[in-house]
């Protein structure tokens, strides 16, 4: 099963100029805990969802009141690079959500 399939909501933006946070928001127990125990969803599956050192995710949080999730990443360019292709961060979630829950 891939993110998106088990998440509700899943949204990126910008934390700064330098790093992006993706919110993921669950509908059911079981979702969030499939999510919470996948591999996928730790600082190792991050950096591999993406092609990045390990050592550019900041974190993955978790909140067991609202089954809601926080991956926070360094930016591999800045947003505020002429050439960036998102400029706002709202495409950065892609990679991830389209990963596998394993």
Known sequence: MRLYDAAAIIRSKNAGPFAVTIDLFFADE?????ARSAALLTPAGVAAAYGVDERTVKGVWWDDRIQAAKVSLQRWSSSSDPFCTDLFGA???T???AAELV
Do not use: I, M, Q
């Open 30 to 34: 079981d979702s969030y805990r499939l």
């Open 95 to 97: 990679p991830l959500a």
């Open 91 to 93: 495409h950065l979630h």
